[in-house]
């Protein structure tokens, strides 16, 4: 399958295209040269580019989208709002019918909503980002997604996470973080969505916490799990024990 990842030199991106590439051809595209070498082609583009990303998606069987901004007003609003149109027109212009967009779980439980009080957590809540700007520009490009898929043959999985970690760092257990996930876990969740039959989705668009396995069950990777098969590594067990 030909992939199309936009945002690869963040830093997901790496990881996914190291997990994909055995069994996927790349094309990798960011607006930065990534700090190390990736397999597969890469171009230099700036997501919020129509013209560009549509180019770029020409020929390809699937896109994966890792872009993200966080801080400044305009540029988040450009990479994760107008980003996310620009993917989903670019799959329709080219037919493409599986992407793979990836947000924060903020944008279904923002800051301050249910995390300091609720368990048991899972990704089809009604979404309330809250007015965090990464957390709003995230999930209004969740939004524009799911338009998509209303009126066209497209099927977008949306992977969620927080929270990143190394569990090879000598420093894993000083992040008391509540929910986590290894980066080589987290970009196996890739493989699956692009494997799995999109006639096997609930629906064509839908929505998953990709979290290690944690004892509170804050939030909860069941969805993840029965649906895609992600089975959650025990490589962060340091963060608890």
């Known amino acids: 399958m030909k992939i199309l990842i936009l945002g690869g030199a963040g830093m997901l991106g790496p990881y996914v295209a190291r997990e994909l590439a055995d069994k996927h051809s790349l094309r ?3 607006v930065k040269e990534p700090a190390e070498e990736l397999p597969g082609d890469f ?9 560009a990303v549509v180019e770029a998606a020409e020929g390809m069987d699937a896109i994966v989208n890792l872009s993200v901004l966080r801080r400044d007003r305009q540029i988040a609003w450009d990479v994760s709002t107008r980003g996310c149109y620009n993917m989903m027109q670019a799959a329709v212009t080219h037919g493409i019918r599986r992407v793979i967009n990836t947000g924060p779980h903020l944008t279904v439980a923002g800051r301050n909503i249910t ?8 990704p089809d809540i009604p979404p309330q980002s ?6 709003i520009t995230k999930a209004m490009g969740q939004e524009i997604c799911r338009v998509f898929t209303l009126h066209h043959d497209i099927s977008v999985q949306t992977y969620l996470f927080c929270h990143f970690v190394d569990p090879r760092s000598s420093r894993l257990g000083d992040k008391r973080v509540p929910y986590a996930v290894s980066w080589e876990n987290a ?3 890739f493989t699956l969505g692009l494997d799995i039959d999109l006639d096997a989705l609930p629906s064509r668009c839908e929505v998953f916490f990709v979290f290690a396995d944690m004892p509170h069950g804050k939030y909860s990777n069941e969805k993840a799990k029965r649906i895609l ?6 490589d962060v067990e340091l963060l608890w024990t």
């Not at 809250?130 to 957390?135: E, P, W």
Request: proline fraction near 3%.
């Open 187 to 189: 970009a196996e969740a």
């Open 43 to 51: 171009f230099q583009l700036d997501v919020s580019d129509l013209d």
């Open 229 to 234: 098969g992600f089975q959650p590594r025990r």
């Open 115 to 122: 995390e300091c009080f609720d368990f048991g957590i899972g």
């Open 130 to 135: 809250g007015t965090y700007i990464y957390a």
């Open 28 to 30: 990798i595209t960011d």
